[in-house]
């Protein structure tokens, strides 16, 4: 019989999560990640292949558990305009807590290799989509109930606020001031405000 794995794969990708989002992928090694999973080399390799490969299986651990967490309350089926704005709220209060420095591993990723590894471009392309698909969705919910009038242009909207969702995230990475972020934050929800239906 084989001998029975010393460590739970879940638990090694939480712990490659948070080396890789401190220190990305070219500056961390094989020998910290080695150091930091807990596992020795033949390990890890046997888990994973290779770096690359560790590396891939943490984007895809980030996207359905992490990710998954932030979107949520946009993506669940009564998403609507406070969905929008509680999304924002609390990335600005992110950069007041531990996350400061570090931001999102996938944003972080789209900035250091989206433009150089096929893998993680095809990781980060479906980030993007992904929260652009989010903003759709609670705008569409919006404006089904009468949040938001007829004339406001769904499309045009989702992808100004993905585009200020990513740089809020690289914002926290780079250890923005946090009134900026909030300052953000409510600039958004002022936006959203111009668009609401007379009605409401």
């Not at 989002?21 to 290779?50: A, D, H, I, P």
């Not at 109930?145 to 606020?161: D, P, V």
Request: hydrophobic share 35%; glycine share 8%; net charge negative.
């Amino acid at each position: 019989m084989g001998r029975a794995k010393q460590y739970e794969r879940t638990e090694l990708l939480d712990r490659a999560v948070e080396l890789f989002r401190r220190q990305g992928f070219n500056g961390t090694s094989t020998t910290e990640l080695v150091e930091e999973l807990g596992v020795n080399r033949k390990s890890m390799y046997s888990e994973f292949e290779s770096k690359q490969g560790l590396f891939e299986a943490t984007l895809e651990h980030y996207d359905r558990n992490h990710l998954s967490r932030v979107l949520g309350p946009l993506e669940a089926d009564d998403a609507g305009l406070e969905s929008i704005r509680g999304a924002f709220e609390d990335y600005a209060s992110a950069s007041e807590g531990r996350f400061s420095g570090l931001g999102c591993l996938m944003c972080n990723t789209a900035v250091e290799r989206g433009a150089t590894d096929p893998a993680s471009s095809r990781f980060t392309a479906a980030y993007l989509a992904r929260i652009d698909a989010a903003f759709r969705h609670g705008l569409g919910n919006a404006q089904q109930s009468g949040e938001i009038g007829e004339q406001a242009n769904l499309g045009e909207l989702a992808a100004f606020l993905t585009s200020v969702f990513v740089g809020v995230a690289a914002s926290i990475r780079a250890e923005a001031p946090p009134e900026q972020l909030h300052a953000t934050s409510k600039m958004v929800s002022d936006l959203l405000q111009t668009h609401s239906s007379p009605r409401t």
